[in-house]
Nanobody, 121 residues
Framework: QVQLVESGGGLVQAGGSLRLSCAASGLTFSAYAMGWFRQAPGKEREFVAAITWSGDNTVYADSVKGRFTISRDNAKNTVYLQMNSLKPEDTAVYFC??????????????WGQGTQVTVSS
């Protein structure tokens, strides 16, 4: 079955960095766009970034543009999210997803379980 497993979350001070990874199995990874979403307590899941199957095109939410970078390694079936200059408002559970390049949750067919990112002020 399809599995997406996120890792790399944790506690970091404001201004710090984290690199999230998402390892995929059970699907033809290079056939899917990949996305990162996040969900803070009491809030809806929101789009963070997405990347095409080839890695040639990326899309970012305005709130993370210039601070976060999405990338992928199709040989390793892994997508990454490099997060720099982290802010307390970036605190959330971060999810990776496989689907069609979009900022809509419904365009992604497969989801990971999420990894917690906490940014202290």
């Amino acid at each position: 079955q399809v599995q997406l497993v996120e890792s790399g979350g944790g506690l970091v001070q404001a201004g710090g960095s984290l690199r999230l990874s998402c390892a995929a199995s059970g699907l033809t990874f290079s056939a899917y766009a990949m996305g990162w979403f996040r969900q803070a307590p009491g809030k809806e899941r929101e789009f963070v970034a997405a990347i095409t199957w080839s890695g040639d095109n990326t899309v970012y939410a305005d709130s993370v543009k210039g601070r976060f970078t999405i990338s992928r390694d199709n040989a390793k079936n892994t997508v990454y999210l490099q997060m720099n200059s982290l802010k307390p408002e970036d605190t959330a559970v971060y999810f990776c997803a496989a689907g069609t390049l979009s900022d809509y949750v419904d365009e992604y067919a497969y989801w990971g379980q999420g990894t917690q990112v906490t940014v202290s002020s």
